[in-house]
């Protein structure tokens, strides 16, 4: 139903239609939802088959169907998907933004070998832009902050540091630079700051997703070979190594700021139990071809059994992961709604 003014939106909020009154979104292709769509990247896909299992078809998300942050705003009770900064607008802001952006990384550089991307950086500062509207909208700083503070505030990001930086020597030093166990911490204390920004402009309810088994993708191994194993133990290893550092810096941030709360979800143990249990019968393939890139040939019919495949393309979850994954981090947000 369209609301008519965001006194309406205020209204409908607190009589508890929803869990929380807003959310809002930062991260990389796991959540992008059509932020990338106009920009010059090759990490885009605005086309068919993407979309195939969403109602309105190919957006600019990276799976078949919703994500799980997509699925996660339906366990909290929104309506619609919270739409992506590029066309949010109007009073219908104040359900929230999503600024994810396909190849983003926390560090500012990681990904943008492959074109554009809005860094976490860029989509902090967005989110500035939208605390204003906000202001305007409701009519007040002081309304506004007390809005604000009770909403969500998810982090998906951090695998791009990984596969579109740290594992890519030939364009990026970090790898001759550090150890996995020092690019871990280094990582932290850079997100622990742009986490901090945020907590300053108002967000006490903070949800920070782990990196999921990035060597277990499609592209990993075939890539990089697994030696005999499932997946490239390496780069798992790396991941759960930042995943470590960021249980350890939200059990800190819990401690130091006692006026919000913060909650880590984990990704890696959704993905890992499907891979490492055959009886399932869900195969660790693409389910659509896939380009040089590693993302899905335009026009090309993908699998039919689509539940059936733990990766969409060369990189990304299908459609039934991400609701295995939100089903879980939905009942872990308990301890922070």
């Known amino acids: 139903m369209a609301m008519s003014s965001p006194t309406v939106y205020w209204n409908t909020f607190v009589d508890g239609e929803t869990e929380v009154p807003c959310y809002f979104i930062f991260g990389d292709s796991l959540a992008d939802n059509g932020s990338n769509n106009k920009l010059e990247t090759t990490a885009k896909v605005d086309y068919p088959p993407y979309g195939i299992d969403f109602p309105y078809g190919p957006t600019g998300r990276f799976t078949n169907g919703r994500t799980a942050a997509d699925i996660l705003g339906q366990f909290l009770g929104f309506d619609d998907f919270i739409p992506p900064f590029p066309s949010a607008s109007g009073s219908y802001i ?23 991307n809005i860094d976490l950086t860029t989509q902090l500062q967005r989110h500035q832009v939208i605390i204003s509207r906000i202001i305007d909208l ?34 990026y030093n970090t790898s001759k630079e550090y150890t996995p166990f020092q690019y871990a911490q280094v990582l932290i ?4 700051e742009k986490i901090m920004s945020l907590y300053n402009s108002g967000a006490k309810k903070v949800a920070l997703t782990g990196i999921g088994p990035i060597g277990c993708t499609p592209n990993a191994t075939a890539f990089y070979g697994t030696n005999g194993s499932l997946c490239v133990d390496y780069m798992n290893y790396a991941a759960n190594m930042f995943n470590d550092n960021l249980k350890s810096l939200v059990n800190q941030l819990n401690e130091d700021l006692t006026d919000a709360k913060f909650v880590y979800l984990n990704t890696y143990g959704v993905v890992s139990e499907y891979i490492s249990t055959p009886g399932l019968g869900i195969k660790i393939t693409s389910c659509c071809e896939v380009n040089e890139h590693g993302l899905c040939i335009p026009e090309e019919d993908p699998c039919t059994l689509r539940n059936l495949y733990l990766f969409w393309d060369a990189f990304h979850p299908s459609q039934i992961v991400n609701q295995a994954g939100a089903a879980l981090s939905y009942l872990t947000l308990q301890k922070i709604l």
């Open 94 to 116: 104040v359900n929230g933004v999503n600024y994810a952006s396909g190849s983003a990384g926390i560090r500012n550089e990681s990904g943008k070998f492959m074109g554009d």
């Open 138 to 171: 409701l009519g007040s700083e002081e309304i506004a902050e007390d809005y604000l503070n009770k909403c969500l505030y998810l982090f998906v990001i951090g695998s791009n540091d990984y596969i579109n930086n740290y594992f890519l020597p030939q364009i």
């Open 189 to 192: 204390e850079e997100y622990k």
